[in-house]
C-alpha cells in the first residue's frame, strides 16, 4: 500500500488550494478515504472522508462549506479542494486509508499566511 500526497504549498487568506493523494497497491474502489491534518503542537485531527464510491462525505466542522473531499476511481486518487482558507489551516496534510491497519502517506505541508 502506497499512499503520495501532493498539492500543498504557501497560500494567502483567503486561496485556494487542491491536495492529490494518488494510491497504489491496493484496490482503492473498495475502500473509504480520509484526510486528516496536524498544526504544529497539535494531535492529527480528522479532515474530511469520503465512503469507497464517493457517494457520501463527512467533514470536520472546522472545514464545513470550505473544503470538498472527492475521488476519482479510475485513477486511484483522492482529492480535497480547499477554499477560503485560513491562517489555522495551516499544517501538514495526510490521506489514510484503513484496512486491518491503518495506511498513511508522508504528508504535503499547507502553510496559509499573509
Known amino acids: 500500500v502506497q499512499l503520495v500526497e501532493s498539492g500543498g504549498g504557501f497560500v494567502q487568506p483567503g486561496g485556494s488550494l487542491r491536495l492529490s493523494c494518488a494510491a497504489s497497491g491496493f484496490t482503492f474502489s473498495r475502500y473509504d478515504m480520509n484526510w486528516y491534518r496536524q498544526a504544529p503542537g497539535k494531535a492529527r485531527a480528522l479532515v474530511a472522508v469520503?465512503?469507497?464510491?464517493?457517494?457520501?462525505?463527512n467533514y470536520a466542522d472546522a472545514v464545513k462549506g470550505r473544503f470538498t473531499i472527492s475521488r476519482d476511481n479510475a485513477k486511484n486518487t483522492v482529492y480535497l479542494q480547499m477554499s477560503s482558507l485560513k491562517p489555522e489551516d495551516t499544517a501538514v496534510y495526510y490521506c489514510?486509508?484503513?484496512?486491518?491497519?491503518?495506511?498513511w502517506g508522508q504528508g504535503t505541508q499547507v502553510t496559509v499566511s499573509s
Open positions: 489514510k486509508v484503513r484496512m486491518l491497519r491503518d495506511y
Open positions: 469520503i465512503t469507497s464510491g464517493g457517494r457520501s462525505t
